[in-house]
Structure formats: C-alpha cells, structure tokens
Nanobody, 116 residues
Framework: QVQLVESGGGSVQPGGSLRLSCAAS????????MGWYRQAPGKQRELVAA???????NYADSVKGRFTISRENAKNTVYLQMNSLKPEDTAVYYC??????????WGQGTQVTVSS
C-alpha cells in the first residue's frame, strides 16, 4: 500500500511563489517516477512536471523556466518550487507516483490559487 501526503498549497498574488511537497510511504521500489499534475475547473488533468529515479526531469511548456521539480530519494519526497505564478496556474495540484510494473498512485490534491 502506497500513500502520498501533499502539503504547501495556498493562495498567492501574481508573481508570487509557492512550494509544494509530497511524501510517499509504503512499498516504494527504486524504479519509479514522481511528479505533479494539475486540474483547473472545466479542464483535463495535465502533467506539470515529473522527475525520474535517475533525476531526469520534464516540464509542461507553460511552466518551463518558472517551476522546478526536485526529489529526495532517501525521504521518497518530491518538491515543486513554483515561481512567477500566474492566474492561469490556479488549479488543484496532484502528486503522482508511478511504479514500474504496477502503475500510478495519486495524492488527495492541494489547491493553488493565484489571484490579486
């Protein structure tokens, strides 16, 4: 059983910053990827950023240069540093853990609101 616990969401003005954290517990194996997805009202869930076990990263074009994903393997924790936030970044952000041969696990979601 895998559990993902997210923290760090909230409200911020445009141009501000937030840092999301997600800690995974349970039967975690070495071959896995962690990342963040988001879903805005009326839109499909989309990938924001992901980091593989070896540290390789990928980002949505809309967040490149503003968001940074990182992980601490010893703590099975992934972070998303979000800078220069825009109103269009407003969404529920979900932590994702993908295990090779098993599939996806999801966090409960954390709200990020960017508004003046």
């Amino acid at each position: 059983q895998v559990q993902l616990v997210e923290s760090g969401g909230g409200s911020v003005q445009p141009g501000g910053s937030l840092r999301l954290s997600c800690a995974a517990s349970g039967s975690i194996f070495s071959a896995y990827r962690m990342g963040w997805y988001r879903q805005a009202p009326g839109k499909q869930r989309e990938l924001v950023a992901a980091v593989g076990g070896g540290g390789s990263t990928n980002y949505a074009d809309s967040v490149k240069g503003r968001f940074t994903i990182s992980r601490e393997n010893a703590k099975n924790t992934v972070y998303l540093q979000m800078n220069s936030l825009k109103p269009e970044d407003t969404a529920v952000y979900y932590c994702n853990l993908w295990l090779l041969g098993i599939g996806d696990y999801w966090g409960q979601g954390t709200q990020v609101t960017v508004s003046s």
